[in-house]
């Protein structure tokens, strides 16, 4: 280490004595000839070391010229703690983080000016920790609802994604660290993740599974990308021509680093020719990786030219322009005031009000004296578990300790376990299943005294883990029962389920009045939680996917579409992903997108545009006025969506268009504006390749959630090729 920043010293001195290395990356020219001149000065050998991992989480550096290693690090939820050899924890003391809401949480707010600010503070966390990539954020399309890494994904739909993952990215990078987006691409399964071969047709591909990384690289400038590890259309995403040459460099004019996914490159010549530039792993020797001596020997055997080799060193050394070798970079900070402002805010906006039928919530305090809080997810932490990205949280607040903070003085809080969360997946019968109960006996005498019990129940990161997919959608650990019995002893229960992706709760929305919708929600979860509950915060969360009345009703499911045989999976529902495919063959989820409740209700009135027609370059204008009825303060999210009948095309009913978060006071009126760019009405024509725009009427849909529409119009567009 100390050699590094003694070379490091040096290479810096040579930079302000010679000012050729002069990182200036406005002007990119500049830049370019400078990393030109670099790439010089190379031998083939210090160029392959840029190009292979020499440790988990870095690749090797040029000690000759000074030029560090690159430093990368998971992930969504935070800064992860430094590793020895593999995964295993290097035990620090100096490598607490934040522990951010993850995926789905950050998508529930949706809120981008969140996103960015996640991305901020996670930017800065890298900083002062001196990862300068982060492997983050991820953002793959929620196909199923069983897939382990829903938690750590965005959405279902491709605009929210997208919004939210540009903001992300911004975030990021404004504190000159890399983001790396990933997993490119449709990682949408972790059964079978590193052999299976997905099938999409071109128009889904383009329409669901790519924008949100194509919006993060051409409107957020991405500078690095992880290839997936599944193939798409039987190549691995790591040596995809396709993906990585024609659609990436090609459409998308990325400039950055594609890396692989750790230990999912599979060859020499196909990946250093397809457009991977970087491959990572965990697993010793370095050496013998594709990208280390057997790329050497490719290139002197002339199979892997060095034009080829120099392009790949040279988008490394273009990221490092603008990371660890920046010229002004911003001062990294760790676990501030100010991130836990901004984790406890994602949280408190995220959390998700499903049904408050009796308005025991929130909860009128001064007539409460005695609160059960019950189940293992009161007190379990989420900042790591399952296998995967965890980040070693400074410190994260529990649901019943968040009670304490806002409630302890006042009111008796019992707690009883009722149900235990461990979870071994190698076990068959596996104990998720069982109930305990010992465990709910106990919970049900803790409950029946009480004014009002509070249910903690839903998954954890060890039952929602990235490496599998969960086998169905049922809740585990017997929690049905738990809830069941509690609920027959006191008719005021509260039921917060916590789980990063959709589970059956039909049971529960049929039985009990009052639930709640909470996710792995970072440092500040308790004390968000606590104050949706006792009404300092109006939830304003709304579901970034949908919930399944039977998981046979989602469409990789319902068309036998998952998890593929022979190692093949076929997307059969194409562009019919998520809401698209419940609303277009009108079934009837438990929850759809879009949904989630306040404490004060919103009126909706006066949907209007700017004008009857549009052309094809300019933007559809909408307002809309939405009044705050109740006497609480709440922020509602107006979401519109857009239908177009008689297309010449398959369409799905209806698409997000555009959304905008507001806070309304009670009894005030806000006009919401929207406003969409025509050309984002179009679908991918896969026979021409082009985005085209029908001519004709389009109707504009507004509402609070994608089946509750409140307002509706008609414009009309001419077309676009
Ligand atoms: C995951 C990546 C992660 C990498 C490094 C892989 O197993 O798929 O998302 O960044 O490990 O931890």
């Not at 806002?406 to 809080?413: A, E, Q």
Request: charged content about 20%; glycine content about 8%.
């Amino acid at each position: 280490m100390k050699n590094k920043i003694a070379s490091w010293f040096v290479f810096s001195l040579l930079i302000m004595v010679t000012g050729e290395l002069n990182a200036q990356t406005k002007n990119d020219k500049n830049t370019d000839a400078k990393i030109a001149g670099i790439i010089k000065r190379l031998t083939l050998e210090e160029k392959i070391a840029l190009l292979h991992a020499n440790g988990t989480f870095s690749s090797g550096g040029v000690e000759r010229l000074g030029i560090p290693g690159l430093m990368t690090d998971d992930g969504p939820l935070g800064v992860r703690e430094d590793v020895k050899e593999g995964f295993g924890p290097a035990n620090l003391t100096t490598d607490s983080a934040t522990f951010f809401p993850n995926g789905s949480a950050l998508a529930a707010t949706w809120n981008p000016a969140l996103a960015y600010r996640y991305g901020h503070d996670l930017g800065e966390e890298a900083r002062a920790r001196k990862k300068y990539i982060m492997l983050a954020p991820a953002f793959n399309i929620a196909r199923t609802p069983l897939c382990g890494r829903t938690y750590e994904y965005y959405s279902e739909d491709p605009y929210l994604n997208a919004r939210l993952a540009v903001q992300s990215v911004k975030g990021i990078q404004s504190q000159h660290i890399a983001a790396c987006i990933k997993h490119f691409a449709v990682n949408n399964q972790e059964v079978d993740r590193s052999r299976v071969s997905v099938n999409v047709d071109e128009r889904a591909l383009r329409e669901i599974y790519l924008p949100a990384f194509k919006a993060a690289i051409t409107e957020g400038d991405a500078w690095t990308i992880m290839s997936a590890y599944n193939k798409l259309r039987d190549e691995y995403c790591s040596e995809n021509e396709y993906l990585l040459k024609k659609i990436l460099r090609g459409e998308w004019k990325f400039k950055g680093i594609v890396i692989s996914d750790w230990g999912g490159t599979h060859s020499t010549v196909n990946a250093a020719n397809h457009g991977l530039d970087l491959e990572m792993g965990s697993e010793p020797p370095y050496n013998s990786y594709y990208f280390a001596d057997k790329l050497l020997d490719s290139v002197k055997a002339g199979i892997v030219s060095m034009e080829v080799i120099d392009e790949k060193v040279k988008h490394i050394l273009w990221v490092m322009y603008h990371t660890s070798m920046y010229d002004n970079p911003p001062k990294g900070k760790i676990n501030t005031p100010e991130h836990s402002k901004t984790v406890y805010d994602i949280a408190a906006e995220s959390i998700v009000l499903l049904k408050n039928d009796r308005h025991l919530l929130p909860l009128s305090v001064g007539s409460i004296k005695r609160i059960a809080v019950i189940g293992d997810n009161a007190t379990r932490s989420f900042h790591s578990g399952g296998f995967g990205a965890g980040v070693k949280a400074k410190y994260e607040v529990t649901a019943l300790a968040g009670l304490q903070n806002r409630l302890g003085r006042s009111v008796t809080i019992n707690y009883a376990q009722g149900y235990s969360g461990v979870y071994k997946p190698s076990l068959t019968p596996s104990p998720s299943t069982e109930p305990d109960s010992a465990l709910i006996v106990q919970a049900a005498a803790t409950a029946a005294g009480a004014d009002v019990a509070i249910l903690f129940i839903g998954g954890n990161r060890e039952y929602e883990s990235e490496g599998r997919d969960r086998k169905d959608l049922s809740l585990p650990f017997g929690e049905q029962q738990l809830v069941d019995a509690v609920t027959a002893v006191n008719s005021n229960t509260i039921v917060v389920i916590i789980g990063g992706a959709p589970y059956d709760i039909g049971k529960i929305k049929s039985n009990n009045a009052t639930i709640v919708w909470s996710w792995y929600n970072g440092s500040e979860n308790g004390n968000a939680l606590a104050d949706v509950l006792v009404g300092r915060v109006n939830p304003s969360g709304k579901l970034p996917f949908t919930f399944p009345a039977d998981l046979k009703d989602s469409p990789p499911h319902a068309l036998d579409a998952y998890p593929g045989e022979n190692l093949k999976v076929d997307y059969k529902e194409g562009i019919l992903v998520g809401y698209r495919w419940f609303d277009t063959k009108k079934i009837e989820p438990l929850y759809c997108f879009g949904y989630g409740l306040s404490y004060t209700t919103f009126d909706y009135s006066d949907l209007k545009t700017s004008k009857p027609s549009y052309q094809p370059t300019e933007s559809i204008n909408a307002t809309v006025k939405v009044k705050n009825n109740g006497k609480y303060a709440g922020k509602e999210t107006v979401q519109l969506y857009v239908s177009k009948s008689g297309s010449s095309v398959d369409r799905a009913e209806k698409e997000l268009k555009a959304f905008k978060k507001v806070m309304i006071a009670p009894g005030a009126t806000a006009t919401v504006e929207l406003s969409i760019p025509v050309k984002d009405l179009a679908y991918y024509d896969d026979k021409t390749g082009k985005w085209i725009v029908e001519p004709g009427q389009y109707q504009l849909l507004v509402g609070t959630s994608s089946r509750d529409i409140k307002e509706t119009t008609i414009i009309t567009c001419s077309g676009l090729h």
